[in-house]
């Protein structure tokens, strides 16, 4: 584990595409903000493992329903209509 020092405004960079800034200390709380492209999540630890411990309860729970859920997208896959292309046409093209 790294540990750093950081007064209020002052940033560690992690990677190329992570901020991370201080931006209030008051006490024994220090207030952070985290600038980082959308396709990286962002959790505070306990609700990171309360998303982890729900999703391991939801297999637990009926691993058989991912399995009921593909026959139910392959049957409603069938039962659709094949799409006619020259139907998105717009007209005189």
């Known amino acids: 584990m790294l540990i750093l020092s950081r007064r209020i405004?002052?940033?560690i960079m992690i990677g190329d595409q992570i901020e991370i800034s201080v931006v209030d200390?008051?006490?024994d709380q220090v207030k952070i903000g985290i600038?980082?492209?959308t396709h990286i999540k962002v959790y505070r630890k306990e609700v990171y493992q309360a998303?982890?411990?729900e999703n391991i309860?939801?297999?637990k729970a009926r691993p058989s329903a991912l399995l009921e859920l593909n026959?139910?997208?392959d049957r409603?896959?069938?039962d659709r209509k094949p799409r006619n292309p020259k139907?998105?046409?717009a007209p005189g093209s």
Do not use: F, N, S, Y
Request: no cysteine; proline share 4%; glycine share 8%.
């Open 9 to 11: 405004d002052e940033r």
């Open 25 to 27: 200390i008051r006490g």
């Open 35 to 37: 600038a980082a492209p």
């Open 51 to 53: 998303i982890q411990q």
């Open 57 to 59: 309860q939801a297999v």
């Open 71 to 73: 026959t139910v997208v």
């Open 76 to 78: 409603l896959g069938k």
């Open 87 to 89: 139907q998105d046409e």
